[in-house]
């Protein structure tokens, strides 16, 4: 219920204030499980995509937003509840296999779920090597991946920022990537790594990107 008041407010509030240029939205399935898997540039992003998408996206995020006490820690977990997110503890040594379990659970249920493939925001506009968990949840679960390109987030929420300003974003959704019969008799390894760079190249030829040809690793104070 607090997904569907703050889908039916937060949308068009957004989309009045910010305007976003929209591409290829026609692209991502009205129902069934979806991958949708996203360059990650600025907090933001996990608001933006949710907002434009017109069915329910799941992502994870960081723990910290939903354990708050007081008025404000309330209202940061409903507000995080209510854009559809799930809590995770990024420092816990298990969190990573558990991200993938919560993750093939929401895919189960029929629902769309949001990844971000660099697995932390590009600081410098690079586009990073993808982590190969995004192509573990399809060729598990046979969801077809959208991949996301987004440009423009930056500015919208710079890192360090707390409230977004005014900023030209562009969201473009590409043709979905799907994967039933591409990688049978293929080592689980290799089919991983193939699909990731095949969806990361996707990404990058949707956000504009430079490819940065490594990983781009968590910051240690990461705000």
Same mark, same amino acid.
């Given at each position: 219920?607090?997904?569907?008041?703050?889908?039916?407010?937060?949308?068009?509030?957004?989309?009045?204030?910010?305007?976003?240029?929209v591409r290829g939205l026609d692209n991502l399935p009205s129902s069934g499980p979806v991958i949708l898997a996203s360059?990650?540039?600025?907090?933001?992003?996990?608001v933006v995509i949710p907002?434009?998408?017109?069915?329910?996206?799941?992502?994870?995020?960081k723990s910290d937003y939903f354990?708050?006490?007081g008025v404000k820690g309330a209202l940061s977990k409903a507000w995080f509840e209510g854009l559809g997110m799930l809590p995770v503890d990024r420092d816990d040594s298990a969190a990573a296999m558990g991200s993938l379990v %919560? /993750?093939?659970?929401? #895919?189960?249920?029929? &629902?769309?779920?949001?990844?971000?493939?660099?697995?932390?925001r590009s600081r410098d506009g690079l586009l990073y090597r993808g982590r190969t968990g995004v192509a573990h949840l399809a060729l598990t679960s046979g969801a077809?991946?959208?991949p996301v390109g987004l440009t423009g987030t930056e500015r919208l929420q710079p890192i360090g920022t707390r409230v977004p300003r005014l900023a030209k974003v562009t969201v473009a959704f590409g043709a979905p990537i799907t994967v039933e019969g591409?990688?049978?008799?293929?080592?689980?390894?290799?089919?991983?790594?193939?699909?990731?760079?095949?969806?990361? %190249? /996707?990404?990058?030829? #949707?956000?504009?990107? &430079?490819?940065?040809g490594v990983y781009n690793d968590r910051p240690v104070l990461e705000d």
């Open positions: 219920m607090l997904y569907q008041a703050l889908h039916t407010v937060v949308p068009p509030v957004a989309k009045a204030v910010w305007r976003p240029d360059n990650h540039l600025s907090f933001v992003d996990s907002i434009l998408v017109p069915r329910k996206v799941v992502f994870l995020a354990t708050g006490t %919560t /993750a093939l659970d929401v #895919l189960g249920r029929g &629902e769309a779920f949001g990844i971000y493939p660099e697995g932390t077809p991946v959208v591409d990688y049978d008799g293929v080592a689980p390894g290799k089919a991983r790594r193939d699909l990731t760079d095949r969806i990361m %190249t /996707a990404i990058g030829e #949707l956000s504009g990107q &430079e490819h940065a």
